[in-house]
């Protein structure tokens, strides 16, 4: 049965207000590279509960120019295609007076109640933002909006209830995060520091310098078909017919954790899908794209776990493009050799940067002038084998989080509006 709580406004339950805009010193160099995280509004994704990855920071003399909010803030952009997202802030930050900070009076575990109220009412704010060039949802606008507010032990309850879901996906997401890395670490000591198994016993070519068995080869040789990704058309008509979800390079990041309701789904023609369909052991690579501080190159492996959360045909946006290797079990090898190229910045070699700062790839030069080690076989099988257990468990916990995302937002709406008793829910809350 519902239950009609008392409405209170944003004011009447804390503090809330918008950020400030950086300013920008003649030498960027004063204001990136800090220890203050600057949040944007792109870093804000309702699916992803907390911030915990941002791509810029604040020196000193950036926070002189702005305002640092506490961890456990929750945020609201009101700008741009992240209009009505929200989020919790996993750390002290700045932002932008694009995104608004509130913070409850009677503590945090009132910010992640709110936190969940406003996924029910995402579209309603998104219906009422405006702006002539893209949406914006005003303060003040905001501020009209009545929020159900419960007894203090009843927003306790409910909040912990949900918070168990979004506590599940965290650890995930962490496990997630070890497991990449131990892929990537185990990479970086058997084919860049040669530590692989058996290396005590295997000699080094005396001209190459190479493990003998293994050979220095152009990256190009490895990959048997590329191409660059589509776009399609929102609507079906007879020349665009196929439909596909479209994976742009914004989307990288969240495919291993199981979070893929941004992706795009567009309609395409027939012939463009047919080449660009993408399959287990492809690989996606970023090509055009970045910012004044970023560049491009990144990079995400497909395989069979990733498609089959899709259940329909996947292809790489336009700014990307599939790299299919000639042979399937050279795949890992070259996910976890451009990841590390990355890292290393190998890849800016071959960045063209635009005066306008959009980093396009040379992707002929790459593939002609990279080299890449190609160890035995016996060392590839062992190194395959070792991968695919690894990705096999990234996407596995990534279905564990859309279960509990879908379990989550099941109960939420009952939860949120009274609808359900949440005593009747069976869920430890004795923390």
Known sequence: MKIDWAKKSFEEIGSIGRGKSRHRPRNDSVLYGGKYPFIQTGDIQSADFKITQFNQTYSDFGLAQSKLWPAGTLCISIVGANTAESAILGFDSCFPDSVIGFNAYEGELDNYFLKYYLELLKVQLKNISEGAARENLSLEKLLTFKIPWPPTSERKKITRILSAYDD??????????????????????????????????????????????????????????????????????????????????????????????????????????????????????????????????????????????????????????????????????????????????????????????????????????????????????????????????IYQLGTQNQLLKEARDILLPRLMTGMIDVDTVGADLSA
Not at 197 to 206: M, Q
């Open 168 to 393: 599940l996906i965290e650890n995930n997401l962490k496990r997630i995060t070890l497991l990449e890395e131990m892929a990537q670490i185990t990479y970086e000591e058997w084919f860049v520091r040669l530590k692989f198994p058996g290396h005590e016993t295997t000699s080094l070519d005396s001209i190459t310098g190479l493990p003998v068995g293994w050979e220095s080869i152009k990256i190009g040789s490895l990959i048997g078909h590329d191409i660059g990704g589509g776009w399609g058309e929102e609507e079906k008509d007879n020349e665009f017919s196929e439909s596909a979800f479209v994976i742009r390079g914004t989307d990288f990041d969240n495919l291993p954790t199981g979070n893929i309701e941004n992706v795009p789904f567009r309609f395409h023609k027939k012939s463009n899908l047919a080449s660009r369909k993408l399959e287990d052991g492809d690989i996606i690579f970023e090509v055009s794209g970045g910012s004044q501080n970023e560049g491009v190159a990144k990079s995400v492996i497909i395989t069979n776990e990733l498609l089959a959360k899709f259940n329909a045909n996947v292809m790489c946006a336009s700014f990307c493009k599939l790299a299919r290797p000639t042979r399937k079990e050279n795949s890992y090898l070259l996910f976890h050799f451009l990841r590390f190229l990355r890292a290393t910045k190998g890849t800016e070699v071959f960045e063209i940067r635009s005066a306008s700062n959009i980093v396009n790839y040379n992707w002929t030069a790459f593939l002609k002038f990279q080299l890449i080690k190609l160890p035995s076989q016996e060392v590839l099988t062992k190194f395959n084998f070792f991968a695919e257990v690894i990705h096999k468990q």
